[in-house]
């Protein structure tokens, strides 16, 4: 074992003592790799981080206080009518800002699908390139297909040689000035200088256009967006890039579109609901007209003053009763009217509006769950198309829940028409006991009871109005920006460790190797010497 071992050792040893003699072989290598770390150093573009910050606000419907609907205010909670802020799912946000869609947008309005390059060069010019290329708003959006741009600019002319990279096309083009079109098929592409660059002559540009969408799946993988923390609504997005300009605009643009459409969203859903309410006005106002000319009319008619005076002895009785009377049947109206619009099939996949509580229905309620599935199916089909996955399990949950809500509305129903017939019944008892009040009396009942329904779901109506109203002048921002972006103090690149290391493998690998393959070479020709 011990010989063993100082055989190892006087062999390692050997080997060590061998290399040491060729220190010389080891200098040339280090001087050599010091070509290609100093050209890393030289060439590769200075690049830094850049950070982002922003906090996600929770939408908050203003209310004003109750009517004294009672509860009337309680029932519509647990339909899920009415309410006050909704809560935010950090998760989807972060999807929403991760997803291809939104990068497309940013992509285009920072102009980043045509990238520009001058020759043996591998920058990515940005605010200094001197020409441009743009493209018609349709082949902006629809362009399937990267087509790259040598342009050559002299004393009298452009000359530009086009294709598109998969070959399918490919021609050039001579033109005496800029602005000059070009056409590929049925898109159309508009070359002219930038940024004073027609005063400059002889110079040459290679220009590659390619789909926002693809770039878009490459931004998607190099931004990082993330939550600060599982407690708190704010996230961090960061990129990195050599050009200050482009790196900060990147991050910019991106909270800006995600802050338009959200916006756009709300905007939509809003209108949707503010159509619904100032229908539904409409309606109850001429109900409410035609129950008022019916009283005239009947008043007139029996040339009836104040028949309160008559029946002064059951006011106090009757009070109470009718009350709860009228609030019920507001109830049964407003049931009613929310079956209608649920069971409409032009409103299958429509948000059911949140119309006539001073608070937001609770989550758990079947018609809260609903209304948050008909968002989530809104928002992928806005992203995505109906034949993915995720957007048919969306819907086929919609339709499950739309069944929860029918059995909901029904319940409800069914409960305030038990309630009612009991209210009756008692009223009814009550005006056995007024025999010597003329018959005409119970008609005027009838009248002012409709009255006083209509007017109730009225005063509801225009109070939800006045919220969206106030709800609209308050919005800000969904994403309010903590910070905007900026750049990183310290670079990512070039890094002069990894050049070290370069030069510390180069150094070692390229002595061993050629030492190790002249020696495998020398221990071959002795062998073939001695075996001929």
Not at 297 to 325: A, C, G, H, P, S
Not at 387 to 397: C, G, M, R
Not at 419 to 434: F, G, N, P
């Amino acid at each position: 074992m011990i010989e063993n071992r100082d055989t190892e050792s006087l062999g390692l040893k050997t080997v060590i003592v061998h290399y040491l003699h060729q220190w010389r072989l080891f200098l040339i290598a280090f001087l050599f790799s010091l070509v290609p770390a100093t050209l890393y150093l030289m060439f590769y573009p200075r690049t830094f981080d850049f950070m982002a910050r922003i906090q996600i606000q929770e939408d908050e419907d203003v209310s004003v206080s109750g009517l004294g609907m009672g509860e009337a205010a309680g029932l519509m909670r647990s339909f899920g009518i009415g309410g006050s802020g909704v809560g935010v799912n950090i998760d989807d946000e972060i999807s929403i800002l991760s997803s291809n869609w939104l990068f497309c947008q940013m992509i285009l309005d920072l102009g980043l699908n045509v990238e520009y390059f001058k020759p043996l060069s591998f920058y990515k010019m940005y605010a200094d390139a001197p020409l441009k290329l743009s493209l018609d708003s349709a082949s902006r959006t629809g362009l399937d297909e990267e087509y790259r741009f040598t342009v050559t600019v002299s004393d009298e002319k452009v000359k530009v040689k086009a294709k598109c990279k998969t070959g399918s096309w490919k021609e050039n083009f001579t033109f005496t000035s800029l602005p000059a079109r070009m056409k590929a098929g049925d898109t159309e592409f508009t070359l002219d200088f930038d940024n004073g660059a027609s005063i400059r002559r002889n110079f040459k540009l290679k220009i590659a256009c390619m789909p926002a969408g693809w770039l878009a799946e490459t931004f998607s993988e190099e931004f990082n967006i993330e939550d600060l923390s599982k407690s708190s609504n704010i996230i961090e997005m960061s990129c990195s890039d050599h050009v200050k300009e482009r790196g900060k605009a990147m991050l910019n643009t991106l909270i800006l579109k995600f802050n338009e459409q959200a916006k756009s969203f709300k905007q939509l859903k809003d209108e949707n609901v503010m159509s619904f309410v100032a229908h539904r006005i409409d309606s109850v106002l001429s109900e409410l007209r035609d129950v008022e000319a019916e009283i005239e009319t009947y008043k007139t008619r029996n040339e009836m003053t104040l028949l309160e005076t008559d029946v002064l002895f059951y006011t106090e009785q009757m009070k109470e009763l009718q009350t709860k009377i009228v609030e019920m049947e507001t109830q049964s109206y407003l049931i009613r009217m929310m079956d209608d619009y649920v069971k409409n099939p032009a409103n299958r996949y429509e948000v059911v509006p949140a119309l006539f509580s001073a608070v937001e229905g609770d989550k758990s309620s079947a018609i809260g769950s609903y209304n948050e599935s008909v968002v989530e199916r809104d928002r992928l089909l806005k992203n995505s198309n109906e034949n993915n996955p995720a957007f048919k399990s969306v819907s086929a949950q919609v339709d499950k829940l739309r069944n929860g809500v029918y059995l909901a509305i029904e319940h409800a129903n069914r409960s305030c028409q038990m309630t009612l017939v009991d209210l009756h019944a008692k009223e009814r008892k009550i005006l056995d006991k007024m025999k010597t009040v003329p018959s005409m009396e119970h008609e005027y009942v009838g009248f002012r009871r409709r009255q006083e329904i209509l007017q109730g779901v009225y005063l509801l109506l225009l109070q939800k109005r006045e919220e969206m109203v106030l709800s609209l002048g308050q919005r800000s921002d969904h994403a309010r920006i903590i910070d905007s972006a900026y750049m990183l103090k310290k670079p990512v690149g070039p890094r002069k460790l990894y050049a070290a290391i370069g030069v510390l493998l180069l150094t070692l690998v390229l002595p061993v190797g050629f030492l190790f393959a002249k020696n495998i070479l020398v221990a071959l020709g002795q062998e073939y010497r001695r075996t001929k």
